[in-house]
């Protein structure tokens, strides 16, 4: 597998303070299957963290789910100069999701959020 395509133990959050930074200062992206909440983090890497509730299923479910997410972040990570902290919290629709639409999904919140910074960067 190439180097560039793994899904490293650096590019996770793993800490309940990382989430919370995301969740406090950073972009929000509302998608059919998930919301995605992104911040700059600074470093030469994004990172990746998943939530999913115990409303969404058991925990087979679960997490199938994510392995699913973690899958589309590794195949489709953000290309851009800027990295970020990202953070899906996953609706129940996910469950029933193919994997393309989970992917296409997140590809197109991908490409809000750089819309959403090229805005936020020319106004005033």
């Known amino acids: 597998m190439d180097r560039?395509?793994?899904?490293?133990?650096q590019e996770r959050l793993r800490k309940r303070r990382q989430y919370l930074d995301v969740y406090g200062r950073g972009m929000k992206v509302h998608c059919p299957h998930f919301v995605l909440y992104?911040?700059?983090?600074?470093?030469?890497y994004h990172r990746l963290g998943i939530t999913v509730s115990r409303k969404i299923?058991?925990?087979?479910?679960?997490?199938?789910?994510?392995?699913?997410?973690?899958?589309?972040?590794r195949t489709n990570k953000p290309r851009s100069?800027?990295?970020?902290?990202?953070?899906?919290?996953?609706?129940?629709?996910?469950a029933d999701a193919v994997f393309d639409k989970?992917?296409?999904d997140f590809r197109?919140?991908?490409?809000?959020?750089?819309?959403?910074k090229q805005l936020a960067q020319r106004t005033p």
């Open 4 to 9: 560039g395509r793994r899904f490293t133990v």
């Open 38 to 44: 992104a911040l700059e983090n600074g470093l030469r």
């Open 57 to 73: 299923g058991k925990a087979v479910v679960r997490n199938t789910i994510k392995r699913r997410l973690r899958e589309v972040f």
């Open 81 to 94: 100069d800027v990295t970020f902290d990202l953070v899906l919290n996953v609706r129940k629709s996910a």
């Open 102 to 104: 989970l992917q296409t």
């Open 108 to 116: 197109e919140a991908l490409s809000r959020l750089e819309k959403g």
